[in-house]
């Protein structure tokens, strides 16, 4: 199989300051930001100004050194290195081999999936095994929680183990692992049917596309710790786990009738009907929850559009325009016709606590987050905490996603930990120094929201909020006074009186931005100085309006580095460019 791209990431790149002539050339990146390149990537190389043989070169394979630097070829023979340059990571196509299943079964590969489960996957790997065995011998599988077939199912697993002559023979048996194989070996679960189904569909797209890398041979799942321990309370008994002749039998077999009659009655809280929403409530049928005395109740204020047709399952094209959550909880209806599910059309917040107030939440079992938002999240959150409710929290980013169990007393709360924060780009590079297509393009947005979004908000809460003054002196440092004074601005010294003080605001701003501005930062630094690349300029355009002539001011100190401009922060009265 040819692997095009490993992992599916935007390849990466970084400016230049210094490449060594050595047998292995040391490249080292400006230190505004980290690399991330990792030893193995292959890299080119372009506007390297001095060593013009790496300008186009054949992608090159580098070790890492650090967070700023790596190695690449022998550059003993290049040109001296001048200055600049761009390295960019090359996605280079890999070729995966595959054993054939004989060799496999006997020398396995795992992928870990849990690292506290370090040797599951080799016991497993047997127990395997020995399950069709077992299946051969008996044309059945194992009975539900049978001690007998578990005693059985040990000893063929233990032929098995004998039997190997490579590295799939351990040094010893986990009775207690082969014995719980066989106990819930008849079972069938709609959750991990769902699982096993979705990792099925995603190696069947990766050796369609070439993208990201297929399983590395062999893949044992396994969710043990659902089931009861004998530490903890009695075992489940074959009486326990026998069929009812319901659609929930494959459930039963695995953890007992009495769970099943407990899911019946839960009262469960679903806050969001998307991508995630639709995946939960479809599991919620399956599983028999609410499906008594409980119920579901779904929220989300969105309507179906077309887009969401493509991941967001139990939504047709004819649904388009209809409420999410009544169409959801219809067409899970239609799954499972005892479920007794609610749709609503609120959004959780404090404006709707009247409705999700204190017998409401009460009432409830557990919530479940579908959300798309963090700050919704962390309300939810909240209201968990408060009134102690288990939480299901889940998210999606494109190909990835998390899950995060909240249990009361037990477990940390979302809002517990955070994120690392994205990489962001450095203010002065932004400013001052921009140098890559992501820079300009920040730049532009952060220029758009200061000059026609936040001022103008800011003055409309200012003018009809009673409370705002009071909100804005509550901001850290010198924000209370960067946003009154922008309001001032809006309201008084900038405020337009009529279309043609418009027009001339905007050529003097344009003036300042595309002319003044430049000419200053040429003026601090000539264009024969170099700050990790060239300053370029840029060409002037003239209009009817009369624009004062631009004079370089003196003692202006413009900030190249994020460290700088924070110790100059602390400087009261210093005339600064940021």
């Known amino acids: 199989m040819l692997v095009i791209d490993t992992n599916g990431e935007q390849p990466l790149s970084a400016m230049i300051s210094m490449i060594t002539k050595d047998a292995s050339g040391v490249v080292t990146c400006l230190d505004e930001a980290r690399h991330g390149f990792e030893s193995g990537d292959f890299v080119t190389f372009t506007e390297v100004q001095g060593m013009t043989e790496l300008n186009g070169c054949q992608p090159v394979e580098i070790k890492t050194l650090g967070p700023y630097t790596f190695s690449i070829c022998d550059t003993t023979g290049f040109s001296d290195y001048v200055r600049g340059g761009i390295v960019s990571q090359v996605k280079m196509p890999q070729k995966v081999v595959f054993k054939p299943l004989t060799v496999s079964m006997a020398e396995p590969e795992f992928v870990m999936t849990d690292f506290a489960k370090f040797e599951r996957p080799g016991q497993l790997h047997l127990g395997f095994q020995a399950l069709h065995s077992y299946q051969r011998k008996h044309n059945r599988l194992p009975k539900p929680w049978c001690q007998a077939d578990g005693e059985e199912l040990v000893s063929l697993a233990k032929e098995v183990n004998s039997g190997q002559t490579g590295s799939a023979k351990v040094d010893e048996l986990d009775d207690k692992l082969i014995k719980k194989l066989a106990f819930v070996s008849a079972g069938d679960l709609a959750p991990l049917n769902a699982f096993i189904g979705g990792l099925a569909a995603q190696e069947v797209l990766k050796a369609c596309t070439g993208k990201f890398m297929p399983i590395m041979q062999w893949l044992y799942f396994d969710a043990l710790e659902c089931l009861s321990e004998e530490e903890g309370g009695a075992m489940l008994t074959e009486e326990d786990c026998a069929p009812r002749n319901s659609r929930y039998d494959g459930q039963i077999a695995v953890f007992g009738s009495q769970l099943q009659e407990e899911l019946a009655k839960q009262r469960y809280f679903l806050v969001g009907a998307g991508a995630i929403g639709c995946e939960l409530l479809k599991n919620f049928a399956m599983i028999g929850l609410a499906s008594g005395e409980g119920e579901v109740i779904v929220t989300d204020m969105d309507t179906i559009e077309k887009s969401n ?42 404006d709707t606590e009247r409705v999700y107030d204190d017998d409401f939440f009460e009432s409830l079992h557990g919530v479940a987050n579908a959300l798309d938002n963090v ?184 900030h190249v580095s994020d460290q700088e401009l924070q110790s100059a922060n602390a400087n009261v009265g210093e005339d600064e460019i940021e």
């Open 309 to 350: 047709l493509n991941r967001q399952f139990l939504f047709r094209p004819w649904d388009v325009t209809k409420m999410k959550s009544e169409t959801a909880a219809a067409a899970v209806k239609q799954m499972n016709p005892s479920i007794r599910i609610t749709g609503h059309q609120n959004r959780v917040g404090p």
């Open 375 to 558: 700050d919704a999240r962390m309300y939810m959150d909240r209201r968990c905490v408060y009134y102690r409710k288990p939480l299901l929290e889940s998210g999606t980013l494109g190909t990835k996603g998390n899950v995060q169990v909240v249990i009361p007393f037990l477990t940390e709360s979302y809002s517990s930990s955070q994120d690392p924060p994205e990489k962001s780009i450095p203010i002065c590079t932004l400013k001052n120094f921009p140098n890559a297509i992501e820079h300009t393009l920040q730049w532009a947005r952060d220029e758009f929201e200061g000059l026609f979004k936040q001022p103008s908000e800011n003055a409309m809460q200012y003018l009809t909020d009673a409370k705002f003054l009071e909100r804005t002196l509550k901001l850290p440092g010198a924000q209370p006074l960067e946003v009154l004074e922008a309001v001032y601005k809006s309201l008084v010294t900038d405020c337009p009186h009529s279309w043609a003080d418009c027009v001339t605001w905007a050529r003097h701003h344009w003036q300042c931005q595309y002319s003044n501005n430049i000419c200053q930062l040429l003026h601090n630094f000539p264009p024969e100085q170099v700050h990790g690349a060239p300053l370029h300029t840029l060409l002037h355009t003239h209009t009817l309006l009369s624009v004062p002539t631009f004079v370089p001011r003196s003692g202006v100190k413009i």
